[in-house]
């Protein structure tokens, strides 16, 4: 089968050569100035410092868990999944790049 007799899958390696995802063309889903900033800002930032924070603060919580302060070891143990999301967006961001 050609490329070209396929279905288009996005999944799928033969379909990618055919794939063009549509752009957004609507008004209502342009993004605005402070948004492009705030992208622009976020790319700047590794994605390795969000990684390395979630990382410490699981550490962290596991010796304030020790040592007995466990309402703060609880405090930043709910830490790491919002740096670890914090750090998929920039990702994202580097990759994609602002919209």
Do not use: C
Request: net charge neutral; hydrophobic share 45%; no cysteine.
């Amino acid at each position: 089968m050609a490329v070209g007799d396929t279905d288009v899958n996005p999944a799928h390696e033969v379909s990618e050569l055919a794939y063009n995802p549509t752009a957004v063309a609507r008004e209502e889903h342009a993004e605005s100035t402070r948004t492009r900033l705030i992208e622009q800002q976020a790319a700047k930032l590794s994605s390795d410092i969000f990684l390395f924070g979630a990382l410490g603060a699981m550490g962290a919580s596991v010796v304030l868990e020790l040592t007995g302060r466990t309402r703060l070891s609880r405090f930043v143990g709910m830490w790491p999944p919002a740096l670890l999301t914090m750090g998929i967006y920039t990702k994202l961001v580097k990759l994609l790049g602002p919209r």
